[in-house]
């Protein structure tokens, strides 16, 4: 399929997807491009609230009651001492509800409302776009085993920044998304994620994504190919999405009273890097570039320079 029939097809989703910004003046341009993606591990944690196994919740209060060894605890339960301690062991070391010998506050909350307050530490992985660093939607996250692990030659693509600014916009964003993360498992009354320790890039891959400006709105944006459900259809449908907008863009789409609860939202500093990259892009609406389905996702793809570059000295950084 050639190139000008994918755009034409991913436009007009896109429209369909985000008519809101349409509204913003004329389409300037919509550029084919290979986004690069950083796939973080980030370190958080997490607090949850859970119904008390009647052992653990006994064990804690005879240990409130100044009971601390397995043979004190044995004498008045008679319970086996193997299981008295890995009841023990259970509450200082995964639950935190003791330590030094007392009952910490979050063991203290447990004791008085009988609900195991607990506090975990949890790592998952979440994607970022390497050009705005902005975190990617549940529904634009995309399968790894469909990643590039370069890009082409004869194909626009954004050198990927070395860091991503994890600042307090971010970790909220971190957060609302590794919320999404939350199962109802069995006997969990709630679960939220508490704090954001620490963010690392372990991989880098590229996407197939287009650099869009409207003519009213002051900044470009990315936006990526995802899939949502359709509750009614129960199939998967595909969506062009932004990844984030700028807050100049968001200012102005609220300003003519379009709906933005969908996007994500940054400062207008972090689309700076973007403009850059796109300043180098041939920004032809249309081209004769082809782009085959066989060739669309692939183990290997030889990384213009500039990339590979960066790409070995990210290697160098992460071993």
Not at 270 to 298: A, P, Q
Request: hydrophobic letters at 35%; glycine letters at 2%; charged letters at 35%.
């Amino acid at each position: 399929m050639a190139e000008a029939d994918y755009k034409k097809e991913d436009l007009s989703n896109f429209q369909k997807c985000c008519p809101e910004l349409f509204k913003a003046g004329k389409l300037k341009y919509m550029s084919l491009f290979y986004c690069p993606i950083s796939v973080a591990n980030v370190e958080a944690l997490e607090y949850t609230r859970a119904e008390f196994e009647s052992l653990e919740l006994l064990i804690l209060k005879l240990y409130d009651a100044g009971l601390h060894t397995t043979e004190a605890i044995n004498q008045v339960t008679s319970l086996d001492k193997k299981l008295i301690a890995k009841m023990i062991a259970l509450e200082e070391n995964a639950y935190k509800h003791i330590k030094e010998g007392k009952v910490t506050e979050l063991g203290r909350i447990s004791l008085n409302e009988k609900i195991n307050h607990v506090i975990y530490e949890v790592v998952k992985e979440i994607q970022f776009d390497a050009v705005t660093g902005s975190i990617l939607r549940r529904e634009l996250e995309q399968r790894e085993d469909k990643l590039f692990k370069g890009t082409v030659f004869k194909a626009d693509s954004a050198v990927p920044q070395r860091t991503i600014e994890v600042d307090e916009k971010v970790k909220n964003d971190i957060t609302e998304r590794l919320d999404q993360y939350k199962q109802p498992d069995i006997g969990i009354l709630d679960k939220n994620i508490k704090e954001i320790v620490d963010v690392k890039t372990s991989t880098l891959r590229f996407t197939r994504a287009y650099a869009v400006e409207f003519e009213k709105l002051k900044d470009p944006m990315i936006i990526l190919k995802g899939r949502i459900f359709n509750r009614e259809s129960k199939i998967p449908v595909i969506v062009w999405k932004p990844v984030s907008i700028s807050l100049s863009n968001y200012n102005y789409l609220k300003s003519i009273n379009c709906d933005t609860s969908s996007y994500i939202v940054r400062d207008d500093i972090h689309f700076e890097y973007l403009k850059d990259e796109i300043s180098r892009f041939n920004l032809d609406y249309e081209t004769n570039s082809e782009v085959n389905d066989e060739d669309e996702y692939t183990e290997e793809i030889e990384l213009r320079d500039d990339i590979n570059k960066y790409a070995i000295s990210l290697s160098d950084e992460l071993n």
